[in-house]
């Protein structure tokens, strides 16, 4: 019922900045969250932060804060994930997601992006 097209992944110095865009379509009506999640080869999926659809809070990992930001734009069906600051550590698959209960663990997303892949070395 929704569909998510994120982009914007790409290889970056550390120190740099990236901008990456999820697209969404189909019947948001129910979606309560959307957020953002990275994982690597051999590791569990992990929570990068998320946005309650209703009212418009942000939810941060520990170890994106002050660096990352969510934000939406509801005209062009677009939710963003500025990063700025990026560490080696940031490298991944970085996917968009949409769910029903506003949560950080991966199961409480019913609908994915197909992931973009985020590089950052010197």
């Known amino acids: 019922q929704v569909q998510l097209v994120d982009s914007g992944g790409d290889s970056v110095q550390p120190g740099g900045s990236l901008r990456l865009s999820c697209t969404y379509s189909g019947d948001i009506l129910s979606i309560q969250v959307m957020g953002w999640f990275r994982q690597t080869p051999g590791k569990e999926r992990e929570f990068v932060v998320r946005i309650n659809w209703s009212g418009g809070s942000a939810y941060y990992a520990d170890s994106v804060k002050g660096r990352f930001t969510i934000s939406r734009d509801n005209a062009k069906n677009t939710v963003y994930l500025q990063m700025n600051s990026l560490k080696s550590e940031d490298t991944a698959v970085y996917y968009c997601?949409?769910?029903?209960?506003?949560?950080?663990?991966?199961?409480?997303?019913?609908?994915w992006g197909q992931g973009t892949q985020v590089t950052v070395s010197s």
């Open positions: 997601a949409a769910g029903f209960v506003d949560r950080r663990t991966p199961s409480h997303y019913a609908y």
